[in-house]
């Protein structure tokens, strides 16, 4: 029973997926959670305090002026005694209110006061759920790291189909599973990984970029949570789609990304997959530049900070390990070797990124880890694997290293 002895404080949110939230009350107890219970008004219009108590074996709470409860402050109580909060179905104006630190019911205040562990399960109208308001609260809530399991596509009451879907039972409990009980070569450490491009404006529509996609980054994102780490994963600008159980902070610069990354230490383990920008404006216009029928000034550019570098010489809150990575066109070994030495790093992850190979942009990739001992180069493989390889490699050094 993997969860034996955990305890769950189960928030069930008012939309229609409730009716999951009475079978999770089961799957978690399956696994030796003791599960208490609180309801949202919206929740007792699909399910009842007394469906849920008959199932969790416990009193269900739904009132923050509670005259039993409050006698010892319970909202406060229920905040701390329980090892995790699930919010499922997480709706979208549960989510908004968390987002904002609203307290009004009991459900938000208990979420506003407590310090647990909190995993959310999304559930909504695919509208709902895609609109800027309910992704800019869940970027606000990961950025707090508030955990996240779904949506799943899939049909919804209202006839349509697309995410927004609540995941299901099973996949809630062994995200539970996950966060309270973590197995895998890196369960329990912390892994901050960095990912994608940084745009430096040059005037409010126009920026100096690069050709990364953030693939690599995200995929190592995944196998690090897969192997047991709670991640943070500090993205530049991408297309693709936050990842449920890993805590995403969203940059633009390479400044801005400095700052997220110093915001998430300490951490044990720090990857630094994000293809930084080298250079910057220094004066980025505040107008749009136009054409004026003659030759463009040129651009007056600065250093950007080294991330890598930064991060590995500190003296203190260093991460134990620190992986680099060498995006080259040339002498990609012995450029990376150099870099091993110069950053301060413990591993470079080396490759290839001419524009032949298709390596920025596509899902394949070919790499070479260089350390102080020797260079191991693998096979052509998909980003998927380097990821799982990587963390695999990471593991085995945390291992063999002294503690």
Partial sequence: MVLAGKRVLLVIGGGIAAYKALDLIRRLRERGASVRCILTAGAQAFVTPLAASALSGQRSHTDLFDREDEADIGHIRLARDADIVVVAPATANLMARMAGGHAD???STVLLATTLPILLAPAMNVRMWQHPATQRNLATLQADGVRVVGPNDG???????GPGRMAEPLEI?????QVLAPTGPLAGRHVLITSGPTHEPIDPVRYIANRSSGKQGHAIARAAAAAGARVTL???PVSLPDQAGITTVHVESARDMLAAVEMALPADIGIFAAAVADWRVVHAGAQKMKK???ALQPLSLTE????????AHRTQGRPELVVGFAAETQNVIANAKAKLARKGCDLIVANDVSAEGGVMGGDM?????VGPTGIETWPTLSKAEVASRLVSAVGALLKSSPS
């Fill in 155 to 161: 049909a919804m009451a209202e006839a349509e189909t």
């Fill in 173 to 177: 409990a062994d995200a539970v599973r």
């Fill in 304 to 311: 950007n900070p080294d991330i890598l570098a930064t991060i």
């Fill in 292 to 294: 004026d029928g003659g």
């Fill in 365 to 369: 990739n070919t790499v070479h880890l």
């Fill in 105 to 107: 019911d009991l459900a």
């Fill in 234 to 236: 500090v993205s530049g």
